[in-house]
């Protein structure tokens, strides 16, 4: 037709050279067997796990596991006849930085405080950006296109490959970006500068961490299960979880047992400061068990078939709409509020948008927990609307789709305008709810001490939930090639 | 405001609640899922802790 106006191609179109020379996972030109997409997924987390484990190399380390009695802390029982980490004893924490903090353990002081969990960051090691690049630069590209500042059509295959490859392109930047600041603002030192060679190093290392994950996440995207980001949030808050409750040096479990042998003080296994402890066993426990009711919540909107006003179904709204997005985003913001806030001398702003962790903080300072616990839900409420509103789950989307397909809502006359106040009504309302949820089960979770902390638990189930509908839907695919055939395939 | 609080009311009453087979169902799942993945990462950090620890004595 020739009234159909050449639209204009978007600015990013500009990138376009670059975008082309980045190299890019293979689209599978078959289908991706089941067991063939377990062993991807297997070995993109074990690839993760490894990272996770290789220090920095230019950041000074201590001799891990020993105590302040110099006992070494794979022997269950220190001398005195004690479990190894009791309440009063310090550990020298393994991975020492060069001011003195240890990196690893729960409790240490370590740059994203609470906030690693969120972005599979495992501090002084290769992974110590996590995913923090990709989910920013995921947040910058549906802020672009979504507020139209850019001219991509996502329905548009050309316009879709170059969001994603921009997308890439920016993680990558955002890597070397985020790299820069932890350096500049003094996470491996005061005196290495960004641009003396051991600086230079440290960002080296760190972009090229934050590179393998952005190919794992394709890899795990295209020929796995589920995406690399909820694989590796899920594997990094498991990961501390079982070593926060099982290690033979600081873990809760050993650490009881060692205690009822020995007849030490019991109740002050439920309260060691600075350590993981028997409440933050007892809290995760009880927050997996809230999450898991809250993720099998749904509202049930009534529909009828409109050609056959008999046959009757109901459209399934999930209670938390927007599952656990709108808490990874916020705590993402805050991450990037950190580095600023490093950078700009001015600690306050990140004191307030990190968690108090566990409640001998909270008490410390409740006016502390307060602000955050209020930031984070009124941050997780304004994601969950953006978020509805720009990937198109929004009432007016679904009522279209619902539409096309001759459904209608009992008791209405037939008008997509009549559905989408009708589902707004639900899908609104489920979505700011879900997401103040989430945001204050997140912060008081957090609170609790909750091991893994509160949020990642939170992330976890709700990643584990979606992993196995998932996985259940591509084994029922699997056995019965006609259902294959049902999806489209 | 109060209008949201009333829809969200509503929203609530009227949302379906998970059954003790499905709950449970779904508890089973998310918790084996975590320790499977927990203990993989738990067994190499541990070897990572002692190579870590022969290496610096």
């Known amino acids: ?489 | 405001m109060r209008k949201f609080l009333h829809e969200a009311k509503r929203v609530l009453a009227v949302a379906r609640k998970p059954d003790q087979e499905e709950y449970l169902q779904v508890a089973k799942v998310a918790g084996l899922g975590i320790l499977l993945i927990g203990f993989v990462g738990f067994v190499i950090m541990l070897i990572s802790y002692f190579i870590q620890g022969m290496l610096a004595s």
């Open chain 1, 1 to 489: 037709m020739d009234e159909v106006k050449e639209k204009p191609r978007s600015k990013l179109y500009a990138l376009d050279p670059i975008i082309r020379r980045l190299p890019e996972v293979a689209v599978p030109k078959r289908r991706v067997a089941f067991k063939e997409r377990f062993i991807w997924t297997g070995v993109a987390l074990i690839i993760f796990y490894l990272m996770s484990q290789i220090p920095l190399y230019g950041i000074a380390q201590r001799e891990p596991f020993v105590d302040t009695n110099g006992n070494g802390v794979f022997d269950f029982i220190d001398a005195n006849g004690n479990g190894v980490m009791d309440p009063g004893e310090t550990a020298l924490e393994p991975f020492t930085d060069l001011n003195g903090n240890g990196v690893w353990d729960a409790g240490a002081q370590n740059f994203f405080g609470q906030l690693r969990y969120v972005l599979a960051s495992h501090a002084g090691s290769l992974m110590e950006l996590g995913i923090g690049p990709i989910v920013t630069a995921g947040i910058v590209m549906q802020l672009l296109v979504g507020s139209k500042i850019v001219g991509l059509n996502l329905s548009e295959s050309e316009d879709r490959a170059l969001f994603t490859g921009v997308q890439k392109f920016l993680a990558i930047i955002m890597a070397v970006f985020e790299g820069s600041m932890l350096v500049l603002a003094g996470n491996y030192g005061k005196n290495v500068g960004l641009f003396s060679p051991a600086g230079l190093l440290l960002v080296l290392q760190l972009t090229l961490g934050a590179t393998v994950v952005i190919y794992l996440d394709e890899v795990v995207s295209k020929y796995g299960f589920g995406s690399g980001v909820s694989l590796f949030i899920a594997g990094g808050v498991a990961m501390t979880v079982v070593w926060e409750a099982l290690n033979p040096a600081t873990g809760v479990i050993p650490n009881i047992i060692g205690t009822v042998l020995s007849n030490g003080d019991f109740i002050a296994e439920f309260f060691r400061p600075h350590l993981p402890n028997m409440m933050g066993l007892i809290a995760t426990i009880l927050i997996f068990f809230i999450v898991v009711y809250a993720e099998s919540m749904r509202i049930e909107v009534p529909l009828a078939y409109g050609r056959f006003g008999g046959v009757r179904g109901r459209y399934p709204i999930r209670f938390l709409y927007t599952s656990n997005i709108p808490v990874i985003l916020a705590l993402t913001v805050f991450a990037n509020l950190k580095i600023f806030a490093a950078l700009l001398k001015a600690p306050w702003i990140s004191y307030y948008t990190d968690a108090p962790n566990g409640l001998a903080q909270v008490a410390a300072d409740p006016i502390r927990a307060i602000i955050y616990l209020i930031i984070l839900v009124l941050a997780s409420m304004g994601f969950a609307y953006l978020w509805v509103h720009m990937t198109g789950m929004g009432p007016r989307d679904v009522a279209k789709q619902l539409d096309e397909s001759g459904m209608l809502i009992p008791g209405f006359r037939r008008d997509v305008r009549v559905m989408e106040w009708v589902l707004s009504r639900y899908i609104m309302t489920a979505a700011l709810l879900g997401g103040a949820f989430v945001g204050f089960l997140s912060a008081g979770a957090d609170f609790l001490g909750a091991l893994g902390s509160g949020t990642g638990i939170l992330l976890t189930v709700g990643i584990m939930y979606s992993l196995y509908q998932e996985i259940a839907k591509e084994q029922v695919a699997e056995m019965f090639p006609a259902v294959r055939r049902l999806f489209g395939e």
